[in-house]
């Protein structure tokens, strides 16, 4: 194992959560989770945007972007893992079968037993993550946002279904075909605005684009709809 995933995985597992030695057992199987929060709703981004998923948030995320829109995840100490099944429960409840799991980063945490029991529940399983650490789990798709502070480790760009690269200024253009180039040709590749930057910079995207096509264009959808 990586020895950063070692790190990060003991000190979320012993020294945040203070967890008992049943609870370590019970966390280190992927039976408990840092639950942030868990919703119904439609994919406002990438390649399933405008589809009906229920998102689970796990807490913790030591990657750190500064236009993070979900910086109250980031503190896994605020969010004290919850049981795996009953996540999978709640999410029986609604009537899509699809299921988006994303963070903070979640592949801190060993996502094995939640696949497990989304696939035995017949769910299409979505994972939405920077790939700085393994992948743990059985994923229909996954959405590989890369970092250029803490890019992804070993064959993670070989697995990626989809490539989303946030455009927040000129420089990310470089970095986003510099990741393209690491992906499978059958990858989906986006480029999407950085919200706060949205109209300074999407005319520029949009001219991107159109003068590279094997770009598509990624809005945050649910922003303009106002919904979670």
Known sequence: MPTRILIINLYFCIKIFKLTEKEKILFEQGKLLPLVEEFYTLQGEGFHT???AYFIRLGGCDVGCEWCDTKFSWNADLHQPAKTDDIVNNA???????????????THYNLTYLCNQLKKNKFETYIETS????????????????????????????????????????????????CAKKVEKKCYLYLQPEWSRYNSIINEIINYIKNDPKWRISLQSHKFMHIP
């Open 50 to 52: 405008g589809k009906a």
């Open 92 to 106: 029986l409840k609604y009537k899509s079968k699809a299921v988006v799991v994303t963070g903070g980063e979640p």
């Open 131 to 178: 790939g700085a650490y393994k992948i743990t789990g059985i994923w229909d798709w996954i959405c590989l946002s890369p970092k250029k502070h803490l890019p992804p480790i070993d064959n993670t760009f070989l697995k990626a279904h989809e490539l989303k690269i946030i455009i927040q200024n000129e420089n990310d253009f470089l970095w986003a075909e510099e």
